[in-house]
């Protein structure tokens, strides 16, 4: 018995440990040595990952199989709630992020961002009917709710400073769509690109809001900001150019976003 048990906690401990040692040698040769690129997401984040009919399916599955065919492995996704996939990355968890996320200074501080995949301003979407709500002008003493830890949660309480709103943090944009049809929440505020696939699906429902409340925002993948992960986030990169230059990209844009957007071949500088 105190065999088992001192197997038991080695075999704990070595566990433990393989996160650390995952990041002790160089990501991109470790990616190629397991044949694998495991990916943390939330699969709650339409039209980037969601789950249909039991499969994950979105812009994100579809760019990162052709990411995995450009380094010749296969891709693996880790399905957590937002709140814990950039915590995830740092404990070593996963080997980069999809998300996307909002290219921001403070961010870029932190992590290794690769290059945009898509682009949108952060809005403010209403329901079509609410005709007391007309422009991001008639916010005051409005409830709104946004995903948890974003940039879009951020900006709605910086824009709304002095107006007397109520912001509600959601674990994901649905639920938030959810309450404002059930009349709880006056708006959703998230980036564009998010928006107009949820107009998209529910057609003559929704209402997206003009101007937008933030400024032009970059969507990217990001990586830790460390030597060891390096050649793995520029292999990325070099990856996602590929599609940008040769039409993929525009294909999948068009898949998921209905339209196409240029994309910087250089990381741009975040104007937040």
């Not at 040698?25 to 470790?30: Q, R, T, V």
């Not at 709880?184 to 998010?194: F, P």
């Not at 529910?202 to 900001?225: H, T």
Request: negative net charge.
């Amino acid at each position: 018995m105190l065999l088992k048990k001192l197997i038991g906690a080695i075999t704990i401990a070595a566990a433990l440990t393989i996160p650390a040692i995952a990041q002790e040698k160089d990501l991109l040769a470790a990616v190629k040595e397991r044949g694998e690129l495991v990916v943390g997401t939330e699969l709650q984040f339409p039209p980037f990952d969601f789950i249909e009919n039991g499969k994950q399916v979105g812009f994100n599955s579809d760019l990162f199989a052709e990411i995995g065919k450009e380094l010749g492995v296969k891709v693996r996704f880790i399905d957590l709630p937002w709140s814990n996939v950039l915590p995830g990355l740092e404990a070593g968890k996963f080997d980069m992020v999809a998300g996307p996320n909002t290219l921001t200074k403070a961010r870029l501080e932190k992590y290794y961002f690769n290059l945009p995949i898509s682009g949108g301003a952060i809005s403010i979407m209403k329901l079509a009917k609410n005709t007391d709500f007309k422009s991001p002008d008639d916010i005051e003493g409005k409830t709104f709710g946004a995903q948890r830890e974003t940039v879009s949660a951020a900006k709605i309480r910086e824009f709304g400073e002095g107006k007397n709103i109520t912001v509600r943090d959601y674990s994901d944009n649905n639920q938030a769509y959810a309450d404002m049809v059930a009349g709880r929440l006056d708006g959703v505020v998230a980036q564009s690109t998010n928006l107009y696939y949820a107009a998209k699906l529910r057609e003559g429902m929704f209402e997206i809001l003009k101007p937008a409340i933030g400024p032009m925002a970059w969507f990217s993948y990001l990586g830790r900001k460390d030597e060891n992960s390096r050649a793995l986030m520029e292999a990325i990169d070099a990856a996602i150019l590929k599609t940008i230059q040769d039409g993929r990209m525009d294909d999948l844009q068009r898949k998921w976003f209905t339209v196409t957007m240029e994309l910087p071949h250089t990381l741009p500088d975040p104007d937040m």
